[in-house]
């Protein structure tokens, strides 16, 4: 998955994309949140007050989509200090990949390197 990942990623180019920014918003970690807030010189409260919500799921997530860091050139506004979910997507080169594969079909429809990197797993393994 390494080897396909990076394949797909030496060509794909996230800033012509952005969907993942357009289409979902990551959760925000307490890190994540403590970070960023940082970043803004702004209290952690008055940060999350402003940008985030509390999903189903008890966790930070931003209050609309898109993201509302991302800039109408696709560059990410706080791209250093973004959350850990925004480094990690689409998440095709974890280590125990096959774990996380209900994420990956639903990564699949928003981010069109996933579905390619999928597409070569399935015909390395002769899916
Ligand atoms: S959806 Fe995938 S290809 Fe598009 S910007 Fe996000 S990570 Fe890059
Ligand atoms: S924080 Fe940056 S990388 Fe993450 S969704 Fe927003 S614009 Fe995209």
């Known amino acids: ?3 396909l990942h990076d394949e797909e990623f ?5 800033l012509k994309c952005a969907n993942c920014c357009k289409t979902t918003g990551p ?3 307490d890190k994540d949140v403590d970070r960023i807030s940082k970043h803004f010189r702004m209290k952690t409260k008055q940060f999350v007050n402003q940008y985030l ?3 189903e ?3 930070y997530v931003l209050q609309s989509v898109p993201c509302t860091f991302l800039g109408a ?6 791209y250093e200090v973004r959350p850990k979910a925004c480094r990690e997507f689409p998440h095709t080169d974890r280590n125990k990949f096959q774990q996380i594969s209900n994420l990956t079909l639903k990564n699949v ?6 579905f390619n990197i999928v597409e070569e797993m399935k015909k390395k393994i002769k899916f």
């Open 10 to 14: 030496r060509k794909t180019d996230c």
């Open 53 to 55: 919500r509390i999903d």
């Open 73 to 78: 050139d696709n560059y990410c506004s706080i």
């Open 1 to 3: 998955m390494q080897g």
């Open 109 to 114: 429809a928003i981010c069109p390197a996933a």
């Open 27 to 29: 959760l925000f970690t």
């Open 57 to 59: 799921d008890n966790d």
